[in-house]
């Protein structure tokens, strides 16, 4: 079993930052990957970022290549996910997810675990 929490969401003006964490309990933390996926009412969930259970590779969705890190610190247990340049358009419910596949994956029927998300609100 492995238990996610999320935090660091909030409200903040367009071109704004913020720093998502997603705090993982359960499992030895590096025997799996992490996911950050979003979801907006009325819209379907989407993939945003991955990173590999080491750490070390990473994959991004397109709409927020260049703006968004995420990383993994498997000293803390936590993945985190950076967001710079903030949109209107990013405006969603923030999940963060594990996978005990190899690889990193945008697929979200790959991964295990979800925690109960954070919201993030973006002026313009």
């Known amino acids: 079993q492995v238990q996610l929490a999320e935090s660091g969401g909030g409200l903040v003006q367009a071109g704004g930052s913020l720093r998502l964490s997603c705090a993982a309990s359960?499992?030895?933390?590096?025997?799996?990957?992490m996911g950050w996926f979003r979801q907006a009412p009325g819209k379907e969930r989407e993939f945003v970022a991955a990173?590999?259970?080491?750490?070390?590779?990473?994959l991004y969705g397109d709409s927020v290549k260049g703006r968004f890190t995420i990383s993994k610190d498997n000293a803390k247990n936590t993945v985190y996910l950076q967001m710079n340049s903030l949109k209107p358009e990013d405006t969603a419910g923030y999940y963060c997810?594990?996978?005990?596949?190899?690889?990193?994956?945008?697929?979200?029927?790959?991964?295990?675990?979800w925690g109960q998300g954070t919201q993030v609100t973006v002026s313009s």
């Open positions: 997810a594990a996978t005990f596949r190899g690889g990193i994956t945008s697929m979200s029927t790959w991964y295990n675990y």
């Open positions: 359960g499992r030895t933390f590096t025997t799996y990957g």
């Open positions: 990173v590999s259970l080491s750490g070390g590779g990473t």
